[in-house]
């Protein structure tokens, strides 16, 4: 079941595809790209369903989705804007495996462990307990709480997207040191 929809727009459409550890689809949603790098595409998509109240932020339904999805970072970002005057209501991010981006489709190994940043800067760490239960790799395990931490750096020092740009800083020196580091503890460099 999907939460989200593609806004209106000629942008090429894109199928988000949320998969389990096993590699089992879970959901799926339409989107269309704004942008394709190397190493990662933007996308857009709608919040469809009715009104979720989680604590910590609403989602309701036509909330904007601004969404960065990588293949060779652990975790993807989305920027969501409110359905009503589309000020920033906070980034909802998610420890993944690096994604699978193809021509039409975006998919991504979800490892449970979720992060909310709020416009405010304050940061919620989400599901820890679902992801302490998965059945990983240790390697698996030590790249996602990699990911957790690069995060949360992130955030703390306001770096994009967490600044509300609407960009992720490529050629951000930090970022490189830290997807090196996590190649060696992997083993993948």
Known sequence: MSNLQPPISSLQPITVRKLNVNGEQVWSYSSVMLERGPNYVRLEARFS?????????????GDRFVEWHFSDRWYNVFEVHSARDDRIKGWYCNVTKPAAIEEGAVSA???????WIGPDGSIRVLDEDEFAALDLAEADRRAALAA???LRSMARERRPPFDGSQRMAADDKRTHAVQRSRK?????E
Do not use: N, P, S
């Open 148 to 150: 957790l931490e690069e």
């Open 184 to 188: 060696r503890m992997t083993g993948r």
């Open 49 to 61: 369903r009715e009104t979720i109240d989680l604590d910590y932020t609403v989602f309701e339904k």
């Open 109 to 115: 190994i979800d490892l449970a462990l979720d992060v």
